[in-house]
């Protein structure tokens, strides 16, 4: 039975392939306000905006493509049963050939019913434009969780924290909840690392490697490849 390695990832860990994080010097939110783009009320308001936000990040995604942090994790597939729960809406995970990927803020390259959540079709890197519809005749909308809107791969996330023999957490700022909670689902007898370069101590103990994910991903990956 191989032990298992939860890892919880944020923006930072696709930072070094070019995309935004959120909350940096140059992030996201400093160029869009989260109510006009990111919630269910900035989209009734003007889903052309909010379509348009979303198409230009589908469009950078399809010239992006995973770094040394993304590729680091798949190394530890040979040994472990390792679980990325995500909170990047990117598939960069994927690219890199991790295998089993949960998404709790949805996935750029899949469109969904504005009417029926689990009506969801892949759309690749195309844009949504008004007036594309769903089968059941309503408007597509990307699929990504909003701000205020339900984050329904939250239980099966909190469910791989507890069973985790080891917990990394890879470039997120563990501002927004429920993601940021997960942590305190993770067994005591865990070993957990953070690798991010402005690691703030949170309150367990657990191996901090300040450095980007580029180098300090490998740095966990070659320990666990020794223990
Ligand atoms: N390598 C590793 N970590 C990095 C790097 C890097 N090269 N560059 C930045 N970071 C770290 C920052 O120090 C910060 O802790 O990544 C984190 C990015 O934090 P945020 O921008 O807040 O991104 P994230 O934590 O993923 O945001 C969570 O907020 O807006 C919502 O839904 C959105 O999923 C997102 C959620």
Same mark, same amino acid.
């Given at each position: ?11 930072g860990? !696709?930072?070094?392939?070019?995309? !935004?994080?959120?909350? *940096?010097?140059?992030?996201?939110? &400093?160029?869009?306000?989260?109510? *006009? ?27 992006? !493509? ?9 190394r %530890?597939? &040979? ?8 909170q990047?809406v ?14 709790l ?22 844009d949504?434009?008004?007036? *594309? %519809? ?6 597509l ?23 985790a ?28 690392? %953070? ?5 703030v101590?949170?309150?367990? !103990? ?14 966990v990956?070659?320990? %666990?490849?020794?223990?």
């Amino acid at each position: 039975m191989k032990k298992k390695v939860v890892i919880l990832t944020g923006a930072g860990i !696709s930072a070094e392939s070019g995309i !935004s994080t959120f909350r *940096d010097s140059d992030g996201l939110w &400093e160029q869009y306000r989260v109510e *006009d783009v990111a919630t269910p009320e900035g989209y009734r308001a003007n889903p052309e905006l909010v379509l348009d936000f979303y198409n230009q990040r589908r469009r950078q995604l399809a010239h992006v !493509s995973p770094n040394e942090g993304h590729r680091q994790l798949v190394r %530890l597939e &040979e040994k472990y049963d390792v679980h990325i729960i995500t909170q990047n809406v990117d598939n960069l995970h994927e690219q890199a050939g991790s295998t089993q990927v949960l998404h709790l803020h949805g996935e750029l390259t899949k469109a969904r019913s504005e009417r029926d959540p689990n009506l969801i079709m892949e759309i690749g890197y195309n844009d949504i434009n008004p007036g *594309d %519809l769903a089968p059941d005749g309503a408007q597509l909308r990307p699929h990504i969780v909003w701000f205020g809107e339900a984050v329904p791969n939250i239980e099966p996330a909190a469910a791989l924290c507890e069973q985790a023999d080891y917990f990394i957490v890879i470039g997120t700022s563990m501002n927004v909840y429920p993601a940021a909670g997960l942590i305190h689902y993770v067994p005591r007898a865990a070993q957990c690392y %953070l690798v991010d370069p402005k690691a703030v101590a949170v309150q367990r !103990s657990l191996t901090v490697i300040q450095e980007k994910a580029g180098t300090g991903v490998k740095k966990v990956v070659d320990q %666990l490849m020794e223990a």
